[in-house]
């Protein structure tokens, strides 16, 4: 049996992922698919990214990632499929793909070459579906495509460090479902660069100077009731190692989140300034 996951941004009023899944069932009637999901802001590159990045290692080797957000073809914007870290993406390359692969090489890149047998203006439909069932037979990518050795990257997903600064440069990639801004620092690149030292986070006019382990370790002073915290910010690397600046308990419909309380959105900036800390200057007694 052959997973193939689907990552859009269609919604689910209407007909496009219900056409994609008859199309993938017709050809691949064994075919087991799974929604990743379809709610990706329209044409939303960062954000299929970090989702793709954080979602695809949870399914087995060999799973097939049909993604279908701003998949138009041109000469800009071309498809590609690719097997990396032994999974298989079969996507647009416009640069959802660098998040993905910022840290596990692909084994093999093709750009799909099908596209002079098919006339479609849904090529997620009438082509990715074509691909990855061929994929799912046990295909070889070369069949379906010319071998190259590269993909489209996109700067905005990595953070800028400046050392001599002391600094990381990055910036807000997603809004999860609470509200909450997600960064594309990563704790890697902040244990790297920091070395321990003590730090402040500045986003707009919001200055986090600690880093919480879980939401609710903002709420451990007894002498308060969890509820007296609600709304509170906080900073805190997430469950998928990127530093996310939260508010604990928030809801959007009462207590609000990160974008509506702290006013943060796509691509503000955020950013790390460590301390230069020097030993102190030695003097001898006299």
């Known amino acids: 049996?052959?997973?193939?996951?689907?990552?859009?941004?269609?919604?689910?009023?209407?007909?496009?992922?219900?056409?994609?899944k008859g199309a993938i069932y017709s050809e691949l009637p064994e075919a087991k698919i799974i929604d990743i999901t379809h709610e990706i802001s329209p044409f939303n590159i960062t954000e299929?990214?970090?989702?793709?990045?954080?979602?695809y290692k949870s399914f087995p080797k060999g799973t097939i990632h049909?993604?279908?957000?701003?998949?138009?073809?041109?000469?800009?914007?071309?498809?590609?499929?690719?097997?990396?870290?032994g999974h298989f993406f079969v996507c647009?390359?416009?640069?959802?793909?660098?998040?993905v692969a910022s840290e596990i090489k692909p084994t093999k890149i093709v750009e799909i070459n099908i596209h002079d047998r098919i006339e479609s203006s849904f090529p997620v439909l009438d082509v990715f579906v074509?691909?990855?069932?061929?994929?799912?037979?046990?295909?070889?990518?070369t069949v379906i495509g010319k071998e190259i050795n590269d993909f489209k990257k996109i700067i905005e997903i990595q953070p800028k460090v400046n050392l001599q600064e002391n600094q990381i440069m990055g910036g807000i990639i997603y809004t999860d479902n609470y509200?909450?801004?997600?960064t594309n620092i990563s704790k890697k690149m902040f244990l790297e660069i920091g070395k321990n030292r003590k730090f402040t986070i500045t986003a707009k006019k919001h200055i986090f100077t600690k880093i919480f382990s879980k939401y609710n370790e903002i709420a451990?002073?007894?002498a308060y009731t969890k509820q007296q915290y609600e709304g509170h910010k906080l900073a805190i690397f997430n469950a998928a190692s990127y530093l996310e600046l939260a508010i604990y308990r928030s809801n959007l419909e009462s207590v609000g989140g990160a974008t509506s309380l702290l006013g943060l959105n796509y691509r503000d900036a955020v950013t790390i300034d460590f301390l230069n800390e020097t030993k102190p200057e030695y003097k001898p007694l006299t």
């Open 48 to 55: 299929t990214a970090y989702i793709l990045k954080n979602s």
């Open 220 to 222: 451990e002073n007894t």
């Open 130 to 141: 074509q691909v990855a069932c061929f994929i799912a037979r046990g295909g070889n990518l």
């Open 92 to 99: 647009p390359d416009n640069g959802l793909i660098s998040m």
């Open 1 to 20: 049996m052959s997973f193939i996951t689907l990552t859009t941004d269609f919604g689910t009023k209407d007909h496009f992922v219900g056409a994609v």
């Open 66 to 85: 049909v993604v279908g957000v701003d998949s138009e073809i041109c000469s800009e914007n071309k498809h590609i499929a690719l097997e990396l870290d």
């Open 179 to 182: 509200g909450n801004v997600i």
